[in-house]
T-cell receptor, first 116, second 115 residues
Framework: EAQVTQNPRYLITVTGKKLTVTCSQN?????MSWYRQDPGLGLRQIYY???????DKGDVPEGYKVSRKEKRNFPLILESPSPNQTSLYFC???????????????FGQGTRLTVV | GQSLEQPSEVTAVEGAIVQINCTYQ??????LSWYQQHDGGAPTFLSY????GLEETGRFSSFLSRSDSYGYLLLQELQMKDSASYFC????????????????FGAGTRLAVHP
């Protein structure tokens, strides 16, 4: 079954304690990205990756890091979480073939993070 | 810069037809997508328009006008289960992105369907 798997689904942590949210996809997609969703603001892109070892900042990258050492995995790292990073996070993946413009994005089930 | 605008809320009754509009502004535009998200769930893909015109998939249709930078999602024969948030998203390669294409989401439209 084609899927994007995020872990954990829920996380409560304290300010400053490093954490990693994992994301894995089994569709051999080149493109992966992280979004945060806050009420009234929709889905804002944090970081994205075009392929292994190729990553770039999205619209709200401050306070986050990512890595893409393998095609299937794209972890999101918060080195020193702060309360303003309390949010719902989604990982997504899609193909990137320029000739296939219908590039549906598949989303993970989300990670609800609370930083106290 | 890039921007997408869609209404924040729409209310309708079962069996009715509702149209959710989306206007966008971006460089390097490829196409417009629509996603549905139920409360507590992940966004799921509904449709994609790369060319002008109407695409129909069952009760849902999506329209794009590239010259007007405008699209809409049309939901017919509304059902209670259609109550959800609907996001338009542009796939684009903005000039500042270094050649990488991106999927950029609007803030979403919350649709409430009443009996």
């Amino acid at each position: 079954e084609a899927q994007v798997t995020q872990n954990p689904r829920y996380l409560i942590t304290v300010t400053g304690k490093k954490l990693t949210v994992t994301c894995s996809q089994n569709m051999n997609h080149e493109y992966m990205s992280w979004y945060r969703q806050d009420p009234g603001l929709g889905l804002r892109q944090i970081y994205y990756s075009m392929n292994v070892e190729v990553t770039d900042k999205g619209d709200v990258p401050e306070g986050y890091k990512v890595s893409r050492k393998e095609k299937r995995n794209f972890p999101l790292i918060l080195e020193s979480p702060s309360p303003n990073q309390t949010s719902l996070y989604f990982c997504a993946s899609s193909t990137l073939r320029e000739t296939n413009l219908n590039t549906e994005a598949f989303f993970g089930q989300g990670t609800r993070l609370t930083v106290v | 810069g890039q921007s997408l605008e869609q209404p924040s809320e729409v209310t309708a009754v079962e069996g009715a037809i509702v149209q959710i509009n989306c206007t966008y502004q971006t460089s390097g535009f490829y196409g417009l997508s629509w996603y549905q998200q139920h409360d507590g769930g992940a966004p799921t893909f509904l449709s994609y328009n790369a060319l002008d015109g109407l695409e129909e998939t069952g009760r849902f249709s999506s329209f794009l006008s590239r010259s007007d930078s405008y699209g809409y999602l049309l939901l017919q024969e509304l059902q209670m289960k259609d109550s959800a948030s609907y996001f338009c998203a542009v796939r684009a390669r903005p000039f500042f992105s270094g050649g990488y294409n991106k999927l950029i989401f609007g803030a979403g439209t919350r649709l409430a369907v009443h009996p």
